[in-house]
């Protein structure tokens, strides 16, 4: 039996500790203050440090390290005898590591400790050992062997053993569980679980690694090919991968996302088919800025499930990867603790990753943005507020596209509506925002109800089954004056429509207003609610972008007064008056804004990231060069460089028009005229996807086409010139093949 087999590092790196005389870490690299745990040499969980206790394993310098009270724990006392088999199976006494024997023997105690107190039978011991070509003699070998490991156990015993006994059943070895380093790990991983719930990050991120730091290869490893340890070893083997999920997750929280990556990474490795380090490896690479790079694992766990299992991600994974696409700060928070057992995925199987389990977010919001540049908005919707008041129900419907400040508008609204009385209740995409928090109904008056209660009681489920639910609705919308904000309504089950357009049909006298905010008026799904809502007399509003002097307004409550006017003309421009953009902006240094040095906020960057991600290819080409050409869409160039018919040009802008990447600008005062253009960030963030070698091989292509032009701009031609460096044309032939040609 081969017993150097090593299991990867404790903390996913891959990299396998040294095996001393005397095993483990001394403590832990959060606890010493050397490194981050990352799995480097002398930093991570099973790396030696240098203090003097590192010759000693965790279990040695449990019996010689004092109880800190204060802080996080060190291991317990132990028993004089301790047991270790994460690993190897090892067998210490004091600072001892005893000889145990062959491996027959070793194999021998693995079984006993196996059954943690009960008697083995002779006649199960001999089968379990030799499964095959049992030898003769087996029974004597067993019994000696018994002899041996008591001697080497209990070697001061007085008279019978204790700890290795007999009787009648069979051989017992007695060990108390604190003995045992199985059960130190399970105490350190609860105490990381607990401090991580308290939000104690450093304490947690030291109990985590203390507890890896006693895995020193594969659990129960003499018994990794016999059939009696297989419920043990998967058992072990659970509670390592719950355990290496908890440290990535405790890593995200602090902020280490670098290593989170790299420990989730280990994990779907190891387990391919496991949804929670999927969606532990998602997150991190999201908080890490790489949200295009999360899409992609995203994309990779979706084909494994449906081409090796026949199944879909579970919805929870799917809401994840949707939150990503749409920067949804309501659900990318840093998983939280609790238990972070996974489960393979599918939507016929279990999973983990619903509010209240360990992917349940802990997202902190920051403070509002100044509201500025919806005075009139605002006005028109807390009239409704005065007229719902007088018990007639009122419905209004916000419109805009992501960033517009749909939500902002609709978080001032409930704001009036708290001071003057109302009872506040929030839906997105028609899924409880307040109320029962952490349940899942499918039943759109339950996911109403929830939103509607206040106290958390879970009495839903009882007020559907009840003859008439829709009136439970209704009179609960009747006992006091009442807003109600559906967020994201395009976005919500068709079931969701139907209640709120039984809803408009049935409400005549309530103290009840719902606003409800779409960023797609055209969407089928919402046609026929938002027809019964003009039937009605609804408000409708259509946010449109913030206005020069808004930024101005803006600028200056961030107290950023006499501004340039020009200065915040550049800031609109940058952010094509957009709420979100315009907020992210102003999180830069101002010489980061605007200007040669501008940068794009990573906020931004992620989303624009994740729409160029999911266009087709031909469109991403496409961008390319027109981001290489300019902001104003030159659409015969275009189609000339990538050898399209302007029809098939026209397709490819369409796609990226649809996605937010491009900008219609119509002519003022005409109708069906005006240009495509390539708003700003957007082209800086085409542009940074893109190697420097790309950029000149596009400039050149851009710099051949234009000059067999005869109306070319010089200007224009000397530009691409330039951007092409050492491949424009005059510097090297041109070649029909070129790969940035999009031939």
């Not at 290795?164 to 003995?179: D, F, I, N, Q």
């Given at each position: 039996?081969?017993?150097?087999?090593?299991?990867?590092?404790?903390?996913?790196?891959?990299?396998?500790p040294?095996?001393?005389?005397?095993?483990?870490?001394?403590?832990?690299?959060?606890?010493?203050?050397?490194?981050?745990?990352?799995?480097?040499?002398?930093?991570?969980?099973?790396?030696?440090?240098r203090?003097?206790?590192?010759?000693?394993?965790?279990l040695?310098?449990?019996?010689?390290?004092?109880?800190?009270?204060?802080?996080?724990?060190?291991?317990?006392?132990?028993?004089?005898?301790?047991?270790c088999?994460?690993?190897?199976?090892?067998?210490?006494?004091?600072?001892?590591c005893?000889?145990?024997?062959?491996?027959?023997?070793r194999?021998?105690?693995?079984?006993?400790?196996?059954?943690?107190?009960?008697?083995?039978?002779?006649?199960?011991?001999?089968?379990?050992?030799?499964?095959?070509?049992?030898?003769?003699?087996?029974?004597?070998?067993?019994?000696?062997?018994?002899?041996?490991?008591?001697?080497?156990?209990?070697?001061?015993?007085?008279?019978?053993?204790?700890?290795?006994?007999?009787?009648?059943?069979?051989?017992?070895?007695?060990?108390?569980?604190?003995?045992?380093?199985?059960?130190?790990?399970?105490?350190?991983?609860?105490?990381?679980?607990?401090?991580?719930?308290?939000?104690?990050?450093?304490?947690?991120?030291?109990?985590?690694?203390?507890?890896?730091?006693?895995?020193?290869?594969?659990?129960?490893?003499?018994?990794?090919?016999?059939?009696?340890?297989?419920?043990?070893?998967?058992?072990?083997?659970?509670?390592?991968?719950?355990?290496?999920?908890?440290?990535?997750?405790?890593?995200?929280?602090?902020?280490?996302?670098?290593?989170?990556?790299?420990?989730?990474?280990?994990?779907?490795?190891?387990?391919?088919?496991?949804?929670?380090?999927?969606?532990?490896?998602?997150?991190?690479?999201?908080?890490?800025?790489r949200?295009?790079?999360?899409?992609?694992?995203?994309?990779?766990?979706?084909?494994?499930?449906?081409?090796?299992?026949?199944?879909?991600p579970?919805?929870?994974?799917?809401d994840?990867?949707?939150?990503i696409?749409?920067?949804?700060v309501?659900?990318l928070?840093?998983?939280?603790?609790?238990?972070?057992?996974?489960?393979?995925?599918?939507?016929?199987?279990g999973?983990?990753?619903?509010?209240?389990?360990?992917?349940?977010?802990?997202?902190?919001?920051?403070?509002?943005?100044?509201?500025?540049?919806?005075?009139?908005?605002?006005?028109?919707?807390?009239?409704?507020?005065?007229?719902?008041?007088?018990?007639?129900?009122?419905?209004?419907?916000?419109?805009?596209?992501?960033?517009?400040?749909?939500?902002?508008?609709?978080?001032?609204?409930?704001?009036?509506?708290?001071?003057?009385?109302?009872?506040?209740?929030?839906?997105?995409?028609?899924?409880?925002?307040?109320?029962?928090?952490?349940?899942?109904?499918?039943?759109?008056?339950?996911?109403?109800l929830?939103?509607?209660?206040?106290?958390g009681?879970?009495?839903?489920?009882d007020?559907?089954?009840?003859?008439?639910?829709?009136?439970?609705?209704?009179?609960?919308?009747?006992?006091?004056?009442?807003?109600?904000?559906?967020?994201?309504?395009?976005?919500?089950?068709?079931?969701?429509?139907?209640?709120?357009?039984?809803?408009a049909?049935?409400l005549?006298?309530?103290?009840?207003?719902?606003?409800?905010?779409?960023?797609?008026?055209?969407?089928?799904?919402?046609?026929?609610?938002?027809?019964?809502?003009a039937?009605?007399?609804?408000?409708w509003?259509?946010?449109?972008?913030?206005?020069?002097?808004?930024?101005?307004?803006?600028?200056?409550?961030?107290?950023?007064?006499?501004?340039?006017?020009?200065?915040?003309a550049?800031?609109?421009?940058?952010?094509?008056?957009?709420?979100?953009?315009?907020?992210?902006?102003?999180?830069?240094?101002?010489?980061?804004?605007?200007?040669?040095?501008?940068?794009?906020?990573?906020?931004?960057?992620?989303?624009?990231?994740?729409?160029?991600?999911?266009?087709?290819d031909?469109?991403?080409?496409?961008?390319?060069?027109?981001?290489?050409?300019?902001?104003?869409?030159d659409?015969?160039?275009?189609?000339?460089?990538?050898?399209?018919?302007?029809?098939?040009?026209?397709?490819?802008?369409?796609?990226?028009v649809t996605?937010r990447?491009?900008?219609?600008?119509?002519?003022?005062?005409?109708?069906?005229?005006?240009?495509?253009?390539?708003?700003?960030?957007?082209?800086?963030?085409?542009?940074?996807?893109?190697?420097?070698?790309?950029?000149?091989?596009?400039?050149?292509?851009?710099?051949?086409?234009?000059?067999?032009?005869?109306?070319?701009?010089?200007?224009?031609?000397?530009?691409?010139?330039?951007?092409?460096?050492p491949?424009?044309?005059?510097?090297?032939?041109?070649?029909?093949?070129?790969?940035?040609?999009?031939?």
């Amino acid at each position: 039996m081969n017993q150097d087999r090593r299991e990867p590092h404790a903390d996913g790196s891959g990299a396998t500790p040294p095996r001393p005389a005397a095993p483990g870490p001394a403590v832990s690299a959060a606890s010493t203050g050397g490194g981050s745990g990352s799995g480097a040499a002398g930093t991570g969980p099973g790396a030696l440090d240098r203090s003097p206790l590192s010759s000693l394993s965790p279990l040695r310098r449990a019996a010689r390290m004092p109880q800190d009270v204060s802080g996080p724990s060190d291991l317990p006392h132990a028993h004089p005898t301790r047991f270790c088999v994460l690993g190897p199976v090892e067998v210490l006494h004091g600072d001892v590591c005893l000889e145990v024997g062959p491996p027959q023997r070793r194999l021998l105690l693995v079984r006993l400790l196996i059954e943690d107190g009960r008697p083995v039978s002779q006649d199960t011991l001999l089968r379990d050992l030799w499964p095959t070509d049992r030898p003769t003699g087996a029974a004597s070998s067993v019994r000696a062997h018994i002899s041996r490991l008591r001697a080497v156990l209990d070697p001061v015993r007085q008279g019978r053993s204790t700890m290795l006994v007999s009787g009648p059943t069979g051989y017992a070895l007695k060990v108390p569980r604190e003995a045992r380093d199985t059960t130190l790990f399970e105490e350190s991983v609860s105490r990381a679980r607990e401090a991580l719930r308290n939000r104690q990050l450093p304490a947690a991120r030291q109990e985590i690694d203390t507890a890896l730091g006693l895995w020193r290869g594969e659990a129960l490893a003499e018994a990794c090919e016999h059939a009696f340890a297989m419920r043990e070893r998967t058992r072990l083997d659970g509670a390592l991968q719950d355990a290496r999920e908890l440290r990535a997750t405790i890593l995200v929280q602090q902020g280490e996302t670098e290593q989170a990556i790299d420990v989730a990474d280990s994990l779907v490795r190891r387990d391919p088919h496991r949804e929670t380090s999927w969606a532990l490896l998602m997150r991190a690479l999201y908080a890490a800025g790489r949200p295009v790079e999360a899409l992609r694992q995203y994309e990779r766990f979706r084909t494994r499930l449906a081409t090796e299992l026949g199944l879909d991600p579970s919805p929870q994974l799917r809401d994840l990867h949707t939150a990503i696409l749409r920067h949804d700060v309501d659900v990318l928070g840093t998983p939280s603790s609790g238990s972070t057992s996974g489960s393979t995925s599918g939507s016929s199987s279990g999973t983990t990753l619903s509010p209240g389990s360990g992917f349940a977010t802990a997202c902190v919001r920051p403070e509002p943005e100044p509201f500025v540049g919806r005075d009139e908005e605002m006005t028109r919707l807390a009239a409704l507020l005065a007229a719902a008041s007088a018990n007639r129900p009122q419905w209004a419907v916000v419109g805009g596209e992501q960033g517009t400040g749909k939500t902002r508008l609709a978080e001032e609204l409930a704001a009036r509506a708290v001071a003057a009385g109302f009872t506040v209740a929030r839906t997105r995409a028609g899924q409880a925002l307040s109320g029962n928090r952490g349940i899942s109904h499918t039943c759109p008056t339950v996911q109403l109800l929830d939103a509607l209660r206040q106290d958390g009681t879970d009495s839903g489920q009882d007020d559907v089954a009840r003859q008439d639910p829709l009136g439970t609705v209704v009179r609960e919308l009747t006992q006091a004056p009442t807003l109600c904000v559906v967020d994201d309504l395009d976005q919500a089950p068709q079931g969701f429509h139907r209640l709120l357009r039984r809803l408009a049909k049935v409400l005549r006298e309530a103290p009840v207003v719902f606003v409800c905010t779409l960023r797609d008026p055209d969407a089928p799904v919402s046609s026929l609610l938002l027809a019964d809502l003009a039937r009605l007399g609804a408000t409708w509003l259509t946010l449109d972008p913030l206005t020069p002097d808004d930024v101005a307004e803006l600028l200056a409550a961030h107290g950023e007064k006499g501004v340039p006017p020009e200065e915040a003309a550049a800031l609109h421009r940058r952010a094509e008056g957009h709420p979100f953009a315009l907020a992210e902006l102003l999180r830069l240094p101002p010489a980061r804004r605007t200007g040669p040095r501008a940068q794009v906020p990573a906020a931004v960057r992620n989303i624009l990231h994740a729409r160029l991600v999911e266009l087709p290819d031909g469109t991403r080409t496409m961008l390319a060069f027109a981001a290489a050409d300019g902001d104003w869409l030159d659409v015969g160039l275009l189609a000339a460089v990538q050898g399209l018919a302007p029809d098939g040009l026209l397709r490819l802008i369409d796609a990226a028009v649809t996605a937010r990447v491009l900008v219609w600008d119509a002519d003022p005062g005409t109708s069906g005229t005006g240009r495509y253009r390539l708003p700003e960030l957007a082209r800086d963030v085409v542009l940074s996807t893109q190697t420097p070698s790309a950029r000149q091989l596009r400039h050149a292509v851009l710099a051949r086409e234009l000059a067999s032009r005869p109306d070319t701009d010089p200007a224009r031609l000397a530009r691409h010139l330039r951007g092409a460096g050492p491949t424009a044309p005059g510097a090297c032939p041109a070649r029909k093949d070129d790969p940035a040609s999009g031939h």
